[in-house]
């Protein structure tokens, strides 16, 4: 008997124990969930990008996560037999960096995926980020339910990057050290070489063979926004960098010499050309500038054919405008007007394309007239990726909501995706 009470004692005690730590598991598990679901509903999405084969779509958020979509699945009718209203969640998600993603861009044939955040660029190899999307994807119709729901909430964090680029820090007072500077966007010049703009005010150009900056260009007096680069050898500022700044200019960037060719002031048209004697960083003979009298220049783009550039400026919580610029002379051919500070501009086939703090897109003709506005569901836009090649006229726009908006043909909203859980 006093065996059996023992035994007994044991068995209650373990399954009191085993009850106890089943419950502070699920606290811990609901508690995740719910501190998960709240990021995921308050996110800002600055980046986003398609990939060339067209069957991933990536954004970056203000968390330092990047989300992956297969986005092949949702043009699929069979997906949308059960609910035609349902937003698809992202198929994979994984920690990139500590803060906030700026900028995303595939390098050498979509076999690298760079990201750039608060303080460092990441390089990624794109393929073990698919293997991991796929075989996630696959998890979810072999595993239980209770997976499923596990892979909808689930960000993976045991991903490694090839390297890493730390942005410089500039000294400060008596040799301190200022905060390390973000990465706002990025570009790869025709050299291979990665070029990053930063809240510096300086543009770094990085060798990505041998991880190491070799060349920083300064003269900016404020942040920069923006960066563009002519898409072939055929134009006159072949193998010139641009870059749009708060300060309210464009400079034109000789990579082979290291210096400013041209300055550009959208605010009042004014284009200065700089002799050879002139460096980036000498402005004692450059043109004088208030940065507080002028708007930013927030987004830059140059068209296919190497014959327009089109920049848009603004500030804050006002209008703002876009100027399109002749390439050859940068002549400044027609400015837009815009009912609030641009965001983001590009040229698509024969139309411009804008985002703002609004809830639409813009699309403009290159005689100056709005011929579109398409609504979004998104109060502020960032970021939109394209795919004409893939898909028909395929776009899809993010900004400062857990919302994203997906249209083909142009105005036609195919489907929307979400963060929230």
């Not at 200065?272 to 208030?290: G, H, R, V, W």
Request: proline share 3%; hydrophobic share 30%; aromatic share 12%.
């Amino acid at each position: 008997k006093t065996k059996n009470f023992a035994i007994n004692c044991c068995s209650k005690f373990d399954i009191l124990s085993f009850y106890v730590h089943s419950m502070e598991a699920y606290n811990i598990s609901y508690q995740n969930w719910v501190i998960e679901n709240r990021k995921r509903k308050f996110s800002i999405i600055y980046s986003s990008l398609i990939s060339k084969d067209g069957r991933y779509y990536l954004c970056g958020d203000n968390y330092g996560r990047v989300h992956i979509w297969i986005l092949s699945n949702y043009f699929n009718f069979e997906y949308w037999e059960n609910d035609l209203n349902q937003k698809p969640k992202p198929n994979f998600s994984f920690q990139a960096h500590d803060n906030s993603i700026f900028s995303l861009i595939f390098y050498n044939d979509d076999n690298l995926l760079m990201s750039g955040g608060e303080t460092e660029i990441k390089v990624w190899n794109w393929s073990d980020i698919v293997d991991s999307v796929e075989k996630n994807e696959l998890d979810k119709y072999t595993d239980d339910e209770s997976q499923d729901i596990k892979n909808l909430t689930y960000v993976f964090t045991d991903f490694k990057p090839n390297c890493i680029f730390t942005n410089p820090q500039i000294s400060g007072i008596k040799g301190s050290l200022n905060p390390l500077t973000e990465t706002f966007d990025f570009k790869i010049d025709t050299n291979g070489n990665l070029c990053s703009a930063g809240g510096d005010n300086n543009v770094h150009v990085w060798d990505i063979e041998n991880e190491k900056e070799y060349l920083n260009l300064e003269g900016h007096l404020s942040k920069i926004t923006s960066l563009t680069m002519t898409k072939n050898n055929n134009s006159p500022f072949h193998n010139s960098l641009f870059s749009g700044s708060e300060d309210g200019t464009i400079r034109i960037w000789d990579l082979r010499e290291g210096k400013t060719t041209h300055m550009i002031n959208p605010s009042s048209c004014k284009i200065s050309t700089l002799n050879d004697n002139n460096s980036a960083n000498n402005n004692e003979k450059q043109p004088s500038l208030n940065a507080h009298q002028s708007y930013g220049v927030t987004c830059l783009d140059i068209d296919e054919n190497n014959e327009w550039l089109v920049c848009g400026s603004g500030k804050k919580s006002k209008k703002g405008f876009l100027t399109l610029f002749y390439l050859d002379n940068l002549f400044p051919v027609h400015a837009y007007p815009t009912s609030s500070s641009p965001q983001f501009c590009k040229f698509n086939q024969n139309k411009i394309l804008s985002l703002g703090n609004e809830n639409c897109i813009h699309h403009w003709n290159k005689s100056g007239k709005l011929s579109m506005k398409v609504q979004t569901t998104i109060d502020s836009c960032f970021s939109l990726a394209i795919d004409n090649e893939n898909y028909n006229d395929l776009m899809i726009v993010n900004g400062s909501s857990c919302n994203i908006n997906v249209f083909t043909n142009v105005n036609d909203t195919h489907c929307s995706f979400s963060l929230s859980i």
